[in-house]
């Protein structure tokens, strides 16, 4: 299981040194470089990055702090809340913080946004290296009023002495003065002297969002701007046989047909043009289809059937060593589950725009969960290296796991490759979108309990079937989707299950319940008649389901009110409290 750092509420309680001992999730992918031995452990992506000046600069022009996070935006008030951590820190106005935020040219690359991680990884960070900051431009000062730092007070960045002398931050800064790593032995601010954290905040997206400004990627319009489609195959396994280009071309404010092996696209000076463009494209297409998809209806006998990749003993416990390893079994009851694909079904389709400049950098303007992986990923997939693309996260529609913003992004990058010194704008169509985008799993799920004549359960057996849950770019041009379509078409990386029990397939496969005899097998099936990714939760959700409903099963079956009999199985105090809340 994930090790958490800290959490939301342990975070608020924070008043001393934060010293903390946690895990790099798996799916959280940092750009991680060794760090010694012999360094202090510092609190969360600080432990990565630890120079104070790769998050935090003080702009004398600007009379701002400059904040620069990897963390990014994604409709859940990340950057407000990472703000407000700062400016408490830091002693200045919450307006005077300047966020930067998924610039890969800019800000440290602190991996995915997902999972709950910006709080316990990135606000932590930034709460130690503002503490440190702080500090620093303490002792600065100490020199300059010719006080000791422990009597000098701070408001809104300006230093104040005893003796009414002053001085503020951007006086202060000089030079390389913050170029230097965390030590890890500041304290953060008491509870008590928050002035922002805990406390409501007005983001500051939200009257741009309000009065329809452009905030959004869909929306950008720099001059010059071009627009970009492209023509998706029948199916995934599709190739491109012939297409007619001539006629296309010729076609009103088409400014470029685009074939890369089965990769096709259009560029146009206007919206309009270009859709009618990629139309055309499409009815002059001959396409190599492969009929190997099953039916909706076949989906649940095509998990069971196909051979696993591999199968996992999530949880081996047998009764033979419990009080009833020798009660007989009265009864055995089984059940079958199914969860079909799931679709994120975004209402503001995914969208990016690229441009390759003078300087032979691919700028991205993108709504990526991953900017740095997905940069790396499109840089390898074009050939360039990784110094000349620059992905820059513009918030999007939001997201609960792997969307199409990654692929959008590529899309256009694509497309911008073609004229260079023009921004490329693109957007799917809603078909595409939906079509294409990366589903959630379909899995199966069948369990089976051995009873006493009590209607104890004695044995738990808990068996799943599922496709991946995580295809994302991380770094490897295989998991962007037009990438499998080019002349030389790139291979899509083996997926994994991820980092042990309880992660993707199998996340919440332990039932929480305490059975004597309790086993858990997850079959791993990486072959995928439809593209797979994350979905909010993962396997969660369906696995919750099938337990919870075999409980209610195994109720009915025994005759047992279904409350009683949750609480006759578990043991786990918060757990029974919030089954005896729900029935009340």
């Not at 998809?293 to 591999?310: F, I, N, R, S, Y």
């Not at 999007?396 to 913003?405: F, I, P, Q, R, V």
């Amino acid at each position: 299981m994930t090790h958490m750092p800290t959490s939301r509420r342990q975070f608020l309680k924070s008043a001393g040194a934060l010293t903390l001992s946690f895990g790099i999730p798996l799916m959280d992918v940092h750009s991680q470089s060794a760090v010694a031995q012999d360094k202090p452990r510092l609190a969360g992506d600080l432990q990565i990055h630890r120079k104070l000046n790769a998050w935090i600069r003080i702009d004398s022009a600007t009379q701002m702090v400059e904040l620069r996070i990897g963390k990014v935006e994604l409709g859940q008030g990340i950057l407000t809340a990472v703000a407000q951590v700062c400016a408490d820190e830091l002693d200045v106005d919450f307006a005077k913080i300047k966020l930067i935020s998924g610039d890969t040219a800019l800000v440290p690359d602190e991996g995915v946004t997902a999972g709950s991680f910006s709080m316990p990884y990135c606000a932590t960070a930034v709460q130690a290296a503002s503490a440190e900051v702080r500090a620093i431009l303490l002792g600065l000062a100490e020199n300059k009023l010719n006080q000791p730092a422990a009597q000098l007070k701070v408001q809104n960045g300006v230093i104040r002495s005893g003796n009414g002398a002053q001085i503020s931050y951007w006086e202060l800064v000089i030079g390389e003065s913050l170029n230097r790593e965390a030590t890890g032995l500041v304290k953060p601010k008491l509870i008590s002297e928050h002035r922002y954290i805990g406390r409501s905040v007005p983001r500051p997206d939200i009257q741009a969002k309000v009065l329809g400004e452009a905030i959004f990627v869909q929306e950008l319009r720099p001059k010059g701007m071009l627009f970009g489609q492209v023509v998706r195959p029948p199916n995934h396994s599709a190739r491109l046989q012939s297409v007619n280009l001539s006629r296309v071309e010729k076609m009103p404010g088409v400014v470029k047909v685009v074939r890369n092996g089965s990769f096709l696209g259009v560029i146009a000076k206007r919206e309009a043009q270009a859709q009618a463009a990629a139309q055309a494209l499409q009815s002059n297409c001959e396409w190599q289809v492969p009929q190997n998809l099953p039916g909706t209806q076949e989906m649940q006998a095509w998990l069971l059937q196909t051979k696993p990749d591999v199968i996992i003993p999530t949880k081996k416990q047998t009764r033979a060593n419990s009080a009833s390893a020798n009660t007989p079994v009265a009864r055995v009851v089984e059940a079958q589950y199914y969860r079909p694909y799931h679709m994120h079904g975004s209402i503001g389709t995914s969208a990016a725009m690229a441009t390759l400049g003078a300087d032979g950098v691919l700028t991205v303007q993108t709504h990526s969960q991953s900017v740095f992986q997905t940069g790396e990923a499109i840089a390898k997939m074009l050939g360039l290296p990784l110094n000349k693309v620059r992905m820059q996260h513009t918030q999007g529609s939001g997201c609960y796991g792997h969307n199409m913003a990654d692929d959008a992004a590529a899309d256009a990058a694509l497309l911008a490759m073609q004229v260079p010194g023009q921004p490329v704008r693109l957007q799917y169509s809603r078909e595409q979108e939906h079509a294409w985008e990366p589903y959630g799993s379909a899995m199966v799920m069948k369990t089976k309990a051995s009873l006493d004549a009590q209607g104890n359960v004695l044995d738990w057996d808990y068996t799943l079937w599922s496709t991946p849950h995580g295809t994302r770019p991380s770094g490897q041009p295989g998991n962007l989707l037009s990438a499998a379509y080019l002349e030389k078409p790139f291979a899509m990386p083996k997926p994994v299950n991820g980092g042990g029990p309880n992660y993707a397939a199998d996340r919440n496969a332990i039932a929480l319940y305490d059975f004597p005899g309790h086993n858990v097998t997850t079959h791993f099936i990486t072959e995928m008649p439809l593209r797979v990714s994350s979905t909010r939760g993962l396997g969660a959700y369906a696995n919750i389901f099938a337990i919870e409903s075999f409980i209610d099963e195994l109720a009915h079956a025994t005759g047992a009110d279904p409350v009683d009999y949750r609480l006759r199985f578990l043991k786990d105090e918060r757990a029974r409290d919030v089954i005896v809340k729900a029935a009340e």
